[in-house]
């Protein structure tokens, strides 16, 4: 099943939902995390990347900077759609909410500050409800 690259469509349907929990941002340089601990890794020059709930990470003696809610885009969105990205960031941009985004398969994904899931919630909502 392919997914939806029409823009108004995205982000009329795009349903964000937030996930329960607290995920953190980390680097390792060697396999200390099993993969099924985590949301999902990136390698970079440096080390990889990994995500995945404070809980565990604190479990494991791992250090973060940062602390973030999860919310989840429920449209089935196409990898190579264009602006979906660029309008949820935006809109998040005009409260102050910076905004990590991770494109999975089906869905995207947007870390913001835990402090702000709620509200990024309420105004990604009011977004996709109001959007002409």
């Known amino acids: ?55 565990k990470a604190d479990e494991l003696g791992l250090s973060y900077e940062y602390i973030s809610s999860w919310i989840s885009l429920k449209i089935h969105s196409s990898l190579d759609a264009v602006g979906l990205t660029a309008a949820f960031s935006t809109e998040l941009t005009k409260y102050n909410i910076s905004c990590n985004v991770v494109a999975g398969y089906y869905h995207d994904h947007i870390f913001v500050d835990q402090k702000d899931g709620q509200k990024a919630i309420a105004i990604l909502a009011d977004f996709s409800k109001n959007y002409s």
């Not at 997914?3 to 340089?29: D, Q």
């Not at 890794?41 to 990994?50: H, L, S, V």
Request: proline share 2%; hydrophobic share 35%.
């Open 1 to 55: 099943m392919s997914g939806i690259k029409n823009l108004r469509t995205l982000i009329k349907s795009m349903e964000p939902v937030l996930n329960k929990g607290a995920y953190v941002f980390t680097t390792v340089t060697n396999n200390q995390v099993a993969r099924s601990e985590t949301l999902f890794e990136f390698k970079e020059e440096e080390g990889t990347t990994i995500v995945l709930e404070q809980s």
